[in-house]
C-alpha cells in the first residue's frame, strides 16, 4: 500500500511538472519570414560575429577567472572550436539582436553548459 501511495504521488508530479512545460522567448517564424545570420548581420557577418564574441569572451574570463573560453586560452580562431555560418545555431532575441547558442563543451568546458552571446544588430 505504500508503494502504491508513493508511486501515485510520484505520478502527480510527473504529471504536474509536464503540465507546467517550458517556454522560450523565441518565437518560430513562418519559413518566408525567417532570416539567415547574413540576413541580419550583413555581408560581412562572419568576422562580426566572431570580433563580438572573441571580445565577449575576454571580457567574461575578466570578470571570472575561472570560467575558461578555449579560442582565447589557446589563442586560437573561435572557428576552431565552432562554425559560425548557416548551420549555427541562433535566436533574434526581443530587442531584435541575434543570439549564438554554442553547445555545452564547444568553446568552454562543459561543466559551463551552454553559452550564449548577444550580437548587437550592426
Known amino acids: 500500500m505504500k508503494r502504491f501511495?508513493?508511486?501515485?504521488?510520484?505520478l502527480s508530479l510527473l504529471l504536474l511538472l509536464a503540465g507546467c512545460?517550458?517556454?522560450?522567448?523565441?518565437?518560430?517564424?513562418?519559413?518566408?519570414?525567417?532570416?539567415?545570420?547574413?540576413?541580419?548581420?550583413g555581408a560581412d557577418y562572419q568576422a562580426y560575429i566572431i570580433d563580438t564574441i572573441t571580445m565577449q569572451m575576454g571580457n567574461r574570463m575578466d570578470k571570472t577567472p575561472d570560467v575558461t573560453y578555449f579560442p582565447i586560452t589557446e589563442d586560437?580562431?573561435?572557428t576552431d572550436y565552432a562554425a559560425i555560418d548557416e548551420t549555427t545555431s541562433f535566436y533574434v532575441d526581443e530587442d531584435g539582436n541575434v543570439v549564438i547558442v554554442f553547445p555545452a563543451g564547444s568553446v568552454t568546458d562543459e561543466a559551463n553548459g551552454e553559452q550564449s552571446f548577444r550580437i548587437p544588430r550592426p
Not at 501511495?5 to 510520484?10: F, S
Open 5 to 10: 501511495v508513493y508511486l501515485a504521488a510520484l
Open 21 to 41: 512545460g517550458i517556454t522560450s522567448n523565441a518565437q518560430e517564424l513562418p519559413p518566408e519570414d525567417q532570416k539567415t545570420l547574413e540576413d541580419l548581420c
Open 76 to 78: 586560437a580562431p573561435l
